[in-house]
């Protein structure tokens, strides 16, 4: 069965940056997206950055510049560098997979980002 992990979220001051990591365990077939998403309380579920298996990336407006996401395919794991952290940013972040014909998403248990002002 497919499974996802997240690791490296913690609390941080603005300015300061942390690196997100995702494990992905178990086959997926076919083309999928690979990135994170991201909650703050009170709000919706929103992309925060994708990968796709070719290359190609998608950013938030608000995170362009400062973060910057990548995957490793041979190690099966996707990534997310955050630097220039704000508070804004404070939310629990979620790895996500997309199979992108077959239609499926796979979740991560999220981790948790705080960043103090």
């Known amino acids: 069965q497919v499974q996802l992990v997240e690791s490296g979220g913690g609390l941080v001051q603005a300015g300061g940056s942390l690196r997100l990591s995702c494990k992905v365990s178990g086959s997926i077939f076919g083309a999928n997206t690979m990135g994170w998403y991201r909650q703050a309380p009170g709000k919706e579920r929103e992309l925060v950055a994708t990968?796709?298996?070719?290359?190609?990336?998608n950013y938030a407006d608000s995170v362009k510049g400062r973060f910057t996401v990548s995957r490793d395919n041979a190690k099966n794991t996707v990534n997310l560098q955050m630097n220039s952290l704000r508070a804004e940013d404070t939310a629990v972040y979620y790895c996500?997979?997309?199979?992108?014909?077959?239609?499926?998403?796979?979740w991560g248990q999220g981790t948790q980002v705080t960043v103090s002002s």
């Open positions: 990968v796709t298996g070719g290359g190609y990336t």
């Open positions: 996500n997979v997309r199979q992108i014909f077959i239609g499926n998403n796979y």
